[in-house]
């Protein structure tokens, strides 16, 4: 006789599966019309699908009840993602971006992420009682580093192709997909000196010393330079086998357009065995293999690689939803929720724009004030910062005494946890409303102007379509029109 069989793998395809149906027959509305990115519904999806409240997604179930298996799980489900995801963004910026538009990208990476680094650790430093400088540069570096995901709200979809210039498009994800990479030495400048000063460098000597050998030695050296020169060689490499076997008709249509998704794949595993940066590997291959543009401009027209990386972003933050702690930002006893959420609001307000508007002088494709606050305010925090979370996690694990994990180690992975969290669910919920709700305060803002104009005998609209508010029409009016 048939019985229900409610397995773990039956409810997570159904429950995916549906949402991705139910989404895509509104897709259109809610990305064009509303502006809504591709990280809040799913996340909100995964929050209901969790075992706070549906019990669909039951995370430690599939962790065998470990926490420490859970964190596992979490850092190889975003490295595969970002990996995949920064080999497609390589690959769809122009012919040699980075070659030609390396002196704004200096400024970005190097003073605009020291900037984002040193006011985003002093807000927490400021907001967290108890915590000490050292460790909230620890948890400032992981929410440094800015997401391309949720970067897409303003170089991906109308709002972008509206009111985006394609030049700041590309800078905005370029230098997304680059800092996600560019994050281990801020991190691990604070875990070493953690790990080898901290309680007295108790369980683990050698000091400052030390820490800095292995931050300049193993960090830039290691991690860092081989991971730059291996996603060049794999990239310059992938491209030259794929144009041969092109030139020589050995390759079908479907196995060329998933070629740059296999060497985000490639690369994650690769890096992963030797042990050095994949991210920025990834976006390093994308953008040699696009070196001649001529995958580029024979793909521009495939959806492949943007259907793969719209189900990767469904997926991951659903995941996120699921996974987060949320009781903890209540429960923790580290911090106070109101304490959060004005460390949210702050970080949000302060952790980019003030850096952005000091460098944009030197930036080309940052023009006028107007441009500098959304590159500012868009540099949101999202899969990366979970990434290094995780990473943070598993070295602390290993921050021992007599195989115990070390009380300043333990102290720093509750907090790191209840606070990048905190910050990353802040900017999914900010930066994923601030595109449509900015949109409804203009068109409120046009309306009220409207109606002052026909109470004092002013013209109609008109004067309004040339300053502006006629481009907040809805879309398909626009359409229409033209």
């Known amino acids: 006789m048939p019985t229900l069989s409610l397995v773990n793998f039956n409810l997570v395809s159904a429950a995916f599966g549906g949402f991705i149906v139910v989404f895509g027959l509104l897709s259109h509305l809610l990305k064009d019309g509303f502006y809504l990115g591709e990280a809040l519904i799913p996340l909100l999806t995964g929050v209901w699908l969790s075992p706070a409240a549906a019990n669909v997604i039951r995370p430690l179930d599939y962790a065998h009840g470990e926490e420490e298996n859970l964190h596992a799980i979490t850092l190889h489900f975003s490295r595969l993602v970002l990996c995949v995801q920064l080999v497609i963004v390589g690959v769809h910026l122009p012919s040699q971006y980075l070659r030609y538009n390396w002196k704004s990208l200096a400024w970005l990476l190097g003073p605009g992420m020291i900037g984002m680094w040193l006011s985003t650790s002093l807000l927490v430093w400021a907001m967290v009682p108890h915590l000490s400088f050292l460790h909230s540069l620890a948890i400032g570096a992981c929410v440094t580093p800015t997401d391309p995901i949720l970067s897409n709200a303003i170089v991906k979809g109308a709002f972008a192709d509206q009111h985006i210039p394609k030049d ?127 995958f580029r401009t024979q793909t521009i027209d495939d959806s492949l690689q943007h259907t793969t990386d719209m189900l990767l972003n469904y997926a991951i933050f659903a995941w996120f939803g699921a996974v987060c702690p949320w009781s903890s930002f209540v429960h923790s006893g580290l911090v106070s929720i109101g304490r959060l959420i004005g460390l949210g609001v702050l970080v949000l307000l302060l952790r980019r724009i003030p850096i952005v508007y000091a460098l944009h002088f030197q930036i080309r494709q940052i023009q006028g004030l107007q441009q500098c606050l959304i590159t500012g305010f868009f540099g949101p925090i999202g899969v990366s910062a979970i990434f290094y979370l995780s990473v943070s996690l598993e070295f602390l694990g290993h921050v021992t005494v007599e195989g115990v994990v070390r009380d300043d180690a333990a102290i720093l992975a509750e907090d790191i946890q209840v606070v990048v969290w905190f910050l990353v669910m802040c900017s999914i919920v900010g930066h994923g409303l601030s595109v449509p709700l900015g949109k409804l305060g203009l068109k409120f803002v046009g309306l009220i102007r409207s109606r002052r104009g026909k109470v004092k005998g002013c013209p109609e609209p008109e004067e309004f379509q040339e300053s502006g508010i006629a481009e907040l029409a809805p879309i398909s009016q626009t359409n229409r029109s033209r």
């Open 168 to 294: 700041l498009q590309r800078i905005i994800i370029s230098e997304s997909g680059a800092n996600d990479g560019l994050g281990y030495p801020f991190l691990f400048i604070a875990l070493y000196l953690i790990k080898y000063t901290g309680m007295g460098g108790e369980g683990q000597p050698g000091g400052v010393r030390l820490a800095m050998a292995y931050w300049f030695g193993e960090m830039w050296m290691y991690v860092i330079v081989l991971s730059v020169i291996y996603g060049l060689v794999v990239g310059l490499l992938a491209s030259k086998l794929l144009h041969w076997a092109e030139d020589r008709k050995l390759v079908d249509r479907e196995s060329y357009q998933i070629f740059a998704i296999a060497q985000g794949l490639f690369i994650v595993g690769t890096c992963g065995m030797i042990g050095t940066d994949e991210v920025l590997a990834s976006f390093i291959a994308g953008n040699a293999f696009n070196y001649d543009n001529r």
